[in-house]
T-cell receptor
Framework: DVKVTQSSRYLVKRTGEKVFLECVQD?????MFWYRQDPGLGLRLIYF???????EKGDIPEGYSVSREKKERFSLILESASTNQTSMYLC???????????FGPGTRLLVL | GESVGLHLPTLSVQEGDNSIINCAYS??????FIWYKQESGKGPQFIID?????DKRQGQRVTVLLNKTVKHLSLQIAATQPGDSAVYFC??????????????FGQGTILTVHP
């Protein structure tokens, strides 16, 4: 079974802090994605990566950056957290040529 | 831009009934459609998928129907059980070019199954 893990289930941070959200997948997938999920807005794509050290902006990249130094790991970085970044963050991965994305359990981030 | 949407935000059914969750999409170039189930506190889980060259696909207790003429997708759950209570999302992608399999998600439908 595909396993996607995220470093934290719940996180509380203060405005202005730098926040790292880590995602690891164990299926050697080429593609990895970061989404945020908010009530009434569904899943929105922040960034994705189709290869090591490659990254592409999604629909809402502002305020975020990403890092993919190894194939299995994709990190989402909030350089200076703001209250409007309070959300559920979901990581997903997929194999090139197979469009199904497999999701991690999510990290619920609260920025005070 | 293109979007995927759902007709009904909530659906309540009795245990044992059949459930139908609907989804409309607007991208006529969509190649591939997926249904996900998201239980409270968890990430979305893959349920079933269908390609644009098919109009029906069946899984275990679930059937997905695709009507490309009216750009409509539905998920049918047979003999719905309390464990089916969750939010259901449809998603679509048009593979090719530089899309890298990016999915566009609908808003989600909350399915509540009453014992």
């Amino acid at each position: 079974d595909v396993k996607v893990t995220q470093s934290s289930r719940y996180l509380v941070k203060r405005t202005g802090e730098k926040v790292f959200l880590e995602c690891v997948q164990d299926m050697d997938h080429e593609n990895m994605f970061w989404y945020r999920q908010d009530p009434g807005l569904g899943l929105r794509l922040i960034y994705f990566s189709y290869d090591v050290k490659m990254k592409e902006k999604g629909d809402i990249p502002e305020g975020y950056s990403v890092s993919r130094e190894k194939k299995e790991r994709f990190s989402l970085i909030l350089e200076s957290a703001s209250t409007n970044q309070t959300s559920m963050y979901l990581c997903a991965s997929s194999r090139t040529g197979q469009e199904t994305q497999y999701f991690g359990p999510g990290t619920r981030l609260l920025v005070l | 831009g293109e979007s995927v949407g759902l007709h009904l935000p909530t659906l309540s059914v009795q245990e044992g009934d059949n459930s139908i969750i609907n989804c409309a999409y607007s991208n006529s170039a969509s190649d591939y459609f997926i249904w996900y189930k998201q239980e409270s506190g968890k990430g979305p889980q893959f349920i079933i998928d269908i390609r644009s060259n098919m109009d029906k696909r069946q899984g275990q207790r679930v059937t997905v129907l695709l009507n490309k003429t009216v750009k409509h997708l539905s998920l049918q759950i047979a003999a719905t059980q309390p464990g089916d209570s969750a939010v259901y999302f449809c998603a679509e992608t048009s593979w090719g070019g530089t899309s890298y399999g990016k999915l566009t998600f609908g808003q989600g439908t909350i399915l509540t199954v009453h014992p």
